[in-house]
Nanobody, 128 residues
Framework: QLQLVESGGDLVQPGGSLRLSCAVS????????IGWFRQAPGKERKGVSC????????YYAESVKGRFAISRDNAKNTVYLQMNSLKPEDTAVYFC?????????????????????WGKGTPVTVSS
């Protein structure tokens, strides 16, 4: 059964760090691009970062560049999102998703329409 399961969300103070994990099963992680998305209350879901399986490139939303880092361990079937210098505006439910198979095309993997399977999300709250 194909699954993506997020974990690691928590309540953290501004300036703090968290590492989210996305454990995948039912497919070979090395063959797929994976993205992280987030949805704040009352707002639309937006791409945060993604890791391309075809060329190894990584992409980031402007709002998280320099603070977040995506990585993958194909042997462990897990993708990580290291989040540093967290801000209250980073508060959201964070989702990981698998990109629909397609030729690589820049930062397309930051867009929800390119994804075919989603996890259920993990909540992150940044507050003092």
């Amino acid at each position: 059964q194909l699954q993506l399961v997020e974990s690691g969300g928590d309540l953290v103070q501004p300036g703090g760090s968290l590492r989210l994990s996305c454990a995948v099963s039912g497919f070979t992680l090395a063959d797929y691009t994976i993205g992280w998305f987030r949805q704040a209350p009352g707002k639309e879901r937006k791409g945060v970062s993604c890791s391309s399986s075809s060329d190894g490139n990584t992409y980031y939303a402007e709002s998280v560049k320099g603070r977040f880092a995506i990585s993958r361990d194909n042997a462990k079937n897990t993708v990580y999102l290291q989040m540093n210098s967290l801000k209250p505006e980073d508060t959201a439910v964070y989702f990981c998703a698998r990109e629909r198979p397609a030729p690589p095309y820049g930062d397309r993997c930051l867009h929800s329409y390119s994804m075919d399977y989603w996890g259920k999300g993990t909540p992150v709250t940044v507050s003092s």
